[in-house]
């Protein structure tokens, strides 16, 4: 009725009709008695039906949800308000209480405006206080106590810590009390505590041992001798004599008969003694007189003895070239202090520096002292702390990524602005129109054709193979730019098509890998021939087009940033790219899920000829392998690269078997295309890339133990190209499964096979088959400055790897994880030789950290001016790092401990038995793709 007098009702011939005259009965008939039926009563129509509408959904949820809210529901009395304040409360509640006791109480409570209990109220502010009181208790380190980083974890890190400690304290409160307790006086430090049982100890030991040699003693001092009265003084006097009396007797290192000694003291003075002494005293001044005054006090000593003046003299006396090296001394003592540094040999002597080390303790100080003037002197080293420093790192960081977050922003800001008005052109109108159209598109090629315009500022960018781009774009559809990936693999006469649409051309590829090939259009067996080279069609790539008309600039991709451990891109590194590519060490330098291993399947046979050219035996042992990733593994995906199609199938069948023996992990075979599972062989894998990568070579020994050494497409010449895709597709892990041991294969002309035959040999044996060490443990630092800190972490007693990494970069310092073999738990860098490295600040404080935090490693950075300048905090910063990280390797340990885990073999072999075959769908390939 409302809708009929807003649109039916509104001309004059409509307000004549008897509808209109009924429908203003109704109204009226829903006004109260008296009320007109007006022109404002109309208007307001509209309102009353919301209103009706409302009252009704009201109604509707009160009797559905109503429930919920008891008391506080009352219809439309409800008060709102207060039901939304109670909610609020209700909420914060929940997350501060997640799991209370009493919940039916608690909702009680919550309902009807309830009180907390004074209990309550009292645990928690006696909560605060504690809190507050810790809290403030908190010291920064070197101090001694708990630190003010505690502050910033949770109360389970800091009551851990506590722990640790209260048994410590609670042992030293007792040793404390039992001190003052025996002592009688209160204040003792624990170091005076400590301090005072040792001398106890030494005193009680000491008065046990003059007892046990009470008898000697006395029968060796006679009456000197009076027991724990005896006369300290005067045994000191007696001794001193005796002492005198051998030296003017010589008998230094003789006896001294008790006889003479008496008859020597009860002698008289002898005038041609007293006479010789004075002659001797003279002559003694007359020597010393030569000298200065510090060799004067020295040399009085050494005459005042008779065993060492004779020792003196006999060594000047033999010194024939003494008076030259003196005077030398004297040149070399003048030219010292013309530089003002006159007491230099003075201090030297009394430091005991020898002769051979004086040259260098001058070149120390000389370099201390002109370093201090750099520094002060050099505006750019102002900046020595290091907290100062990490400022400027972290901000420079954020306004790096904020710079490249804002470029993608403008990025996408141009593509909005561009994109045209909804009917702003007949390009425009004809897409709109096709996509409402339920049937009866137009093809794609004929829409681009008529809407290509529109077309292009709506998606700007088009992904395509190809081989499909002349199919789907008309001839003069351009672009600004055309990107072509995995250019290895595109022939030039395929990619013409697309060249000529572009204002700017992008190459993309690696000419180590896949060429291209006809293994998807020749429609051949892949094993008719034994892939004789001159046989075989050659093929000239457009990435090699590109790189050889000398017209594109060049750019070398350096950085490795798929293997998450280095011994997955070493052996490429090494005999494929000769060492041009920068790794990175990751955090986990060992275990049983990463790296390479070698496996070998015991019963495996390679069935040879047209009906088969497949390993069964091998196949099972690969699809166990499958399984046991799954069972150890969950959280890593997982890829199966065979070096033929045929056994790429038989893989397929008897993971396929397995499968159906453990029908719980069917969830993990995920047919996502960036991480599900995959089995394909080795020309179909390039561009993938997975965490752990299992090999099977499939070629082996035949039933009569026979090993014909053609290993199908790595045979050819380019066979190495494919054997650098099959091996650098692992994020983590790579397993090599054959029927054979390395060592059983021949060797070949075939550079192809050889690579292969290394490869196999790197597998079970590591980076010494590529005469590279692998990590050593007893690697050196590479500067004093690295030497340094390695000094102070070993001296703290942690347990620390120089130089970790076998290639590329490396960390300067690796603090080994003492919870878990096999992983750093901090690595530290030094600003040296290796931060240097990279020119770029982006590289150096940003992306390379980024590359090594991604690799799992937790970093701390010392610069070399702040542990020159500021040592100790310098120091207590690294201590405070290794600490926390420590801790942290603690709590993962007791959450793996707590969590039950599946430990992966150890072993580098696996022997399988043979199993059923089960026919199971091949796959397609993958083909290359043109970016425009």
Known sequence: MAHRFATVHRSLTARLSSSYRADRRAVRALLPEGAKCTKQVLAALPDAVAWQQAHQRLEQEGRRDGELLGHFWKGEETDFSAAEKALRIAERVAELAPQPVDPEALRAQLAYGGTPRPAAREAARNAEERLTAWRD??????????????????????????????????????????????????????AEARAAIVAARAARAADEKFSARAKRDGDFLGVLYAGRSTDRTTLVKATAWIQRLREGCMLEKGPFPAKAARILHQALPDSALEKAKESWDRSCTRLVGRFDEERRRELRVALSVTASAERLLTLLDGDRGGPDEWAAYQRGQRALEKAALGDLTARAVRAGVTPEDFPQVVEKSVLHSWADRVIQNDPRLVWNRAKDRDDKVAAFRGVDLALAEHARIRVASACDINRPSVLSSAGTKLIQHEGKKKMRHKPVHVLLREAGEAALRVKPCFMMSPLTVSRFLPPDF?????????????????????????????????????????????????????????????????????????????????????????????????????????????????????????????????????????????????????????????????????????????????????????????????????????????????????????????YGPDENGKLNQNFGPINRKDGWRRLNVAVTRARYRVEVVASFEPETLRPSASESFE????????????????????????????????????????????????????????????????????????????????????????????????????????????????????????????????EQAAARSVSVALHQSAAPVTAAPKTAHASVAPLARTPVPTPGGRRPETKC
């Open 137 to 190: 208790a908190l010291v920064l380190p070197p101090l001694p106590g708990a630190p003010c980083d505690l502050e910033d974890g949770t109360l389970v890190d800091a009551a851990r810590w506590s722990h640790a400690h209260v048994a410590p304290l609670r042992e030293a409160a007792r040793l404390l009390e039992h001190v003052s307790t025996v002592s009688g006086r209160d204040g003792w430090t624990l």
């Open 478 to 698: 351009t672009f600004d730019v055309v990107i072509f990936d995995e250019a290895s693999q595109v022939l030039p006469q395929d990619a013409i098509n697309c060249i000529y649409r572009a204002k700017a051309l992008i190459v993309a590829g690696d000419e180590n890998q896949l060429p291209p090939t006809a293994f998807f259009t020749a429609g051949e067996d892949e094993e008719d021939d034994p892939y004789a080279e001159e046989q075989m069609p050659r093929y000239e790539s457009l990435l090699s087009l590109a790189k050889g008309n000398g017209m594109l600039k060049e750019l070398s991709l350096r950085w490795h940033y798929r293997s998450r451990h280095e011994y997955l891109i070493a052996y490429s590194n090494k005999q494929f790219y000769r060492g041009s590519m920068t790794t990175f060490p990751g955090a986990l330098s060992d275990g049983p899920d990463v790296g390479v291993a070698f496996f070998k399947a015991e019963h495996g046979v390679y069935h040879s000829g047209s009906a088969a050219r497949n390993n069964p035996g091998e196949a099972i042992a690969v699809a166990r392998r499958v399984i046991h990733h799954f069972r150890t593994r969950p959280n890593r995906s997982l890829g199966v690269v065979a070096l033929s199609q045929s056994q790429a199938e038989v893989i397929r069948e008897a993971v396929e078997l397995e499968r159906g023996r453990n029908p719980d992990l069917d969830e993990c075979f995920s047919d996502d295309r960036l991480d599900g599972f995959f089995i394909k062989n080795l020309e179909a894998v390039q561009g993938d890339e997975r965490d752990v990568i299992i090999m099977s070579v499939g």
């Open 755 to 882: 690579h292969f035959a290394r490869y196999l040999k790197y597998a079970k044996y590591g980076p010494t088959v590529l005469a590279q060490e692998a990590e050593d443990d007893e690697a050196v630092p590479e500067s004093p400055f690295e030497e340094s800190v390695l000094e102070v972490l070993r001296g703290w007693g942690y347990t620390v790897q120089p130089q970790v990494g076998v290639a590329g970069y490396r960390i300067d310092l690796g603090v080994r994880d003492p919870q878990r073999p096999g992983r750093y738990a901090l690595g530290i860098e030094c600003d040296g030789a290796m931060y240097h490295s990279s020119k770029a600040a982006r590289d150096r404080d940003r992306l390379r950290e980024s590359m090594l935090t991604s690799l799992g490693w937790s970093l701390h950075r010392i610069w070399g001016t702040d542990w020159y300048r500021n040592r100790v905090k310098a120091e207590a910063r690294l201590r405070t790092a290794v």
